[in-house]
Structure formats: C-alpha cells, structure tokens
C-alpha cells in the first residue's frame, strides 16, 4: 500500500509555488529590459537623426569662423537654438576634433550635461557615422545625445554637432524598475513565509499520520489481546474448578500442592485482567464517593507484598476532601499500577509515600518513593505503550494509568531524579457541585 507522504507533495507544492514566482519576476524583468532598450534606441535614433540633419545644413565656414565670436557665430546659434526649441531639445553644440564646444567653452558654459557625453558615440561621429549615447541620469532626470559628424568641402570630419533631450518617460521606467524590484522583495518573503507554513503544515500532518498509525496499531492490538485474553480465561477457569474439585474430593489426604493451582490461576487472571483493561476501549462507569476510604483500602489490601520487602507505605490523607467522580476500579488499578513500580524502582528497603490532599478543583494523588528514579531519556517514553526498563515488564502499567486519568478528565505528571526517587501527581477534578 501506498502511504500518503505529506513531506513529497508540500516539498512539490512549495517548488511549483517558488517556479511561479520566478517565473513571474523574470517576465517582468525581461519586459521592463526589452521595453527600456527600446526606448533608448527609438530615442536615440531620433536625435541622431536631428543632429544629421541640422549638420547637414550648416554652413561649414560659418562654422569655422564662429569661434571668433563674429556675426557668423551669432547666426550659429540662432540657427542651433532655433532647432533646439523646435525639437523641445536640452542641449545643442558642436565639439571640434579636440571635444572642444566651439559654441559654448566649458568656461562659460558650466553645463554639466556636457560632462556626461559619451565618448565612443562621438568618436563614432568623428569617424563619420551619426550615432547616439547610452542613457544617462543626472539627479533626477534622464538624458540622452545623438551626435552626427559635419564635414568639410572635401568630405573630410571637421566637428561633430551634438544634440540632448531629456527623457521623462524615463522617470516612469524607473519607477517602474522600482515596483519590479518592490514585487520581487515581496515574493521572496512571500515566498519564506510559504516555506514556513509548509514546514509547520507538514509536521502537523506528520504527526497526525503518525498518530493515526499508531492509534489504529494500538487498536488492533487491542481487539488482538481481548481476544486472546477471552480465549484463555475459559480454560483457566476449567482447570481452577477442576483442581478445587480435586481439592474437596482428597480432603483427608490434603497434598498442599493443589492449592497452589486455584492461587496461580487467580494470578494469572489478574494479568489477563490487566491485559483486558488496554485492550477496553469502552469507558468505565464512574460514581461519586469519598477517595480516601477507597483508597486506604486498596493500600491496606497491598501493604502485604510491600512489608515482605521490606518497604514501608505511608498514606497521609487531608480531612473533608471533597467527593469525585471515579470509576472505583480504574482508581485500584492507578494506585496498584503505580506502587508496584515504586516497589520494583525501590528493590530492597524503602518507603512510598501517598498523599491525598485537595488542590484547587482537583483532589490530587501523590504516589513517591525514594527508589533509583528514571533517567532523562526514558521519562519521555514512560507513557508509550510497551516501554519497558524491566526484563518481565510489559510496558502496559503507565499507558493504562494515564488512560484511566484521562477517562477521568484528570491530569498526571511525573517527575524523578535518577538515584533519589520518583514522585507521581494525579490530579482528578471536583465535580461542579462541590
Ligand atoms: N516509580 C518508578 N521509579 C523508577 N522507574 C519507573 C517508575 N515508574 C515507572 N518507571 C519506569 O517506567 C517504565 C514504564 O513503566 P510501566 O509501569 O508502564 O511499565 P513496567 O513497569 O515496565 O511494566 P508493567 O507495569 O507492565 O509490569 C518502567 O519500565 C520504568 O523504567
Ligand atoms: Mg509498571
């Protein structure tokens, strides 16, 4: 079969999602490139093309001699500024082969446009053929130049005449650059915080898939130990009622032997009982009394086993505790559960302590023994069921502990120190009319 894999299809939705997104910031950066170069070029183009015309009217000598600041540089720059205004341009001047500007000397001129010609269009002008610059950005605002060469009577490049428009469309391409780049900032945080919910998305599922596993392992093993348990008992009852017939037919030669078969019979039935008890799915009955007589009954009835190895138990219990509701079975089943492995964490000598006191809405049980204690890696396992330290343990006692408190609404908490002891806390609520 199978298994639905959460991790494979969140790790394939997140690349889909990334694939998108870098999709969609690439096509807009390419569109924006495609768009601003072609601007570029069309403008470019525009100027070089007025540069060439207006070179090609101008009368060469009057060029010449308008570095003498004569009448004929008067009508010079009458006739550039009249292009200029025409053409809405910023700039307009003619550079002789030194990149000098015959009609406005970097002295008096002070433009800073001038500055930043670009060098291999002019060169490309000088060489006879009209050209224009890359864009360029001063301050706020964008420029552009078309140079194109102006040529003596013999063909021969004498100067280069230059023209500068602004580019305000410009301003919008930036501002949309701008935007581009605001879009890809966003996606990629977009895009981390995506990865985020992925990741905390598939843990979850992660965790509800294992739970789900494992709470349906749990029930077929369930419905397994019932039915096998089932199966045993039936026997085990034949054989008690047997070896207690056997009993009463030898009663003047009584062999003590066969009193030892009902006796173990009994306990084996206890452990089926146990096993049953993690199998029940069903929850038990529950009715409300007073704890402490329940409870000091139970620990009467087990203080037995306990003196034999010589472990004392002490049950301190607060006057007028509050009555709770409880299954009486499942509190025995606590309380035994819970001193046998203070007995088997205790081995020899020692004692357990049980507490009844009220805390809050909860009656509160303490269980705490000064036996080896559980180490830290275990006391995370201890309420997995089947987690076992013991070579004869089953692993069941805790989880059923920690089943029946929480058929109870009750809360447990463990805590231990290794080599000093362990101490258990249930805490079972105070129905509301107390
Ligand atoms: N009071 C305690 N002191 C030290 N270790 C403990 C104590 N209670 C529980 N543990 C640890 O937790 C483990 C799980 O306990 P749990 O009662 O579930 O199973 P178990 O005692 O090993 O087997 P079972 O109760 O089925 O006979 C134990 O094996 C032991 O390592
Ligand atoms: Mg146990």
């Known amino acids: 079969m199978r298994r639905f894999s959460p991790g494979r299809y969140s790790f394939g939705m997140i690349l889909f999602v990334v694939l998108v997104i870098v999709v969609f910031n690439a096509s807009n950066w390419y569109i924006y490139s495609k768009i601003r170069s072609y601007l570029i070029g069309q403008l470019g183009q525009r100027l070089a093309n007025i540069a060439s015309a207006t070179a090609f009217g101008l009368n060469l000598e009057k060029v010449l001699k308008a570095r003498e600041k004569t009448v004929a540089y008067e009508e010079i720059k009458n006739l550039l500024n009249n292009v200029k205004e025409d053409n809405q341009l910023v700039d307009i001047f003619i550079l002789d082969l030194d990149y000098n500007n015959i009609l406005n000397p970097p002295a008096d001129s002070g433009s800073e446009v001038f500055l ?62 701008k935007t581009i780049i605001g879009a890809f900032v966003l996606s990629l945080l977009g895009m981390i915080l995506l990865a985020v919910l992925f990741w905390n998305i598939t843990a979850h599922l992660r965790k509800m898939e294992h739970t789900v596993v494992r709470t349906s392992a749990l029930q077929a093993m369930g419905e397994m130990v019932a039915s096998i348990c089932h199966e045993i008992r039936n026997p085990l009852g034949i054989i008690k009622g047997t ?192």
């Open 116 to 177: 930043n010609l670009d060098l291999a269009a002019i060169t490309q002008a000088m060489a006879g053929t009209k050209a224009y610059s890359h864009l360029y950005q001063v301050g706020d605002y964008f420029f552009e130049s078309g140079f194109a060469p102006i040529y003596d009577s013999e063909g021969k490049v004498i100067a280069v005449l230059g023209v500068e428009a602004g580019a305000d469309f410009f301003k919008v391409l930036s501002n949309f650059k």
């Open 243 to 434: 070896a207690e017939r056997l009993r009463s037919a030898n009663q003047k030669n009584r062999d003590e032997l066969l009193d030892f078969i009902p006796e173990e019979v009994d306990r084996l039935n206890d452990i089926l009982t146990g096993y049953l008890e993690f199998a029940s799915l069903e929850p038990k009955r529950k009715e409300r009394l007073d704890i402490t007589p329940l409870v000091t009954k139970i620990v009467e009835q087990l203080k037995g086993t306990f003196s034999k190895s010589q472990i004392q138990v002490l049950l301190n219990t607060e006057d007028d505790l509050p009555q709770v509701e409880v299954n009486p079975g499942g509190i025995r089943q606590i309380i035994i559960n819970l001193l046998m492995n203070a007995k088997d964490a205790i081995q020899r000598s020692g004692v357990v302590n049980i507490r009844l006191k009220r805390q809050d809405r909860f009656v509160q049980l303490e269980i705490e023994d000064n036996g080896r204690g559980i180490r830290k890696k275990d006391l995370k396992q201890i309420f997995n069921p089947f987690f076992s330290t013991k070579s004869k343990g089953s692993g069941l006692g805790l989880y059923v502990v920690q089943k029946i408190v929480k058929e109870h609404q009750g809360a447990i908490t463990v805590e231990s120190k290794p080599g000093q002891g362990t101490k258990v806390v249930i805490k079972l609520p105070i129905g509301s009319t107390d």
